[in-house]
C-alpha cells in the first residue's frame, strides 16, 4: 500500500460538553474521497474555540480494545488545555504517532480548569493533520 497525502477529516466542530470519537482507523472514510483510513500517521491536531466562553479541550488516543468512547479516560489522553473564546490551539508531534487496526482519536470539551465559565456555550472545531495508507 502507498502513503496518500489527503486529509484525513475535515473540521469536526463538538458543541457543548461532550466526549466524542471523531476517527477510527479501519472505519472512518477520508475527507477526500480517496477510502477508509488504513494505517494513519497523526502529526498534528488544532483546536479552535468558536464558542462564547473559555472551555476545556482534550485529546485521546484510544486502543483498538477499548470500545467505550462516552468520557474521557486519562490514561490515554495526549492533551488537554483550557481555550478561550476565539483562542486556537495546535498540538503537534515531532514524529508521526502511527494508528492502527481500529483505534480512535476521540476528543472532548468540558468545562474550564480554570473556573471562569461552564463550557456549555461552547463550539470547538477540531482539525486533524496526518497522513494514511490507502
Known sequence: MGLKRTKLLGIKSVTGISTVGILTVGVTPTAGGVGIASTTYLRGV??????????????????DEVSQVAHGQTAYRLARIDIASNETFFYEMNYPLVLINQDKIVVEVTAPTSGSG?????????????DTDI
Open 118 to 130: 461552564t463550557g456549555i456555550g461552547s463550539a470547538i472545531n477540531f482539525q486533524i493533520l496526518g
Open 46 to 63: 488544532v483546536m479552535h474555540n468558536t464558542g462564547l466562553s473559555t472551555a476545556t479541550s482534550s485529546l485521546y488516543i484510544y486502543p
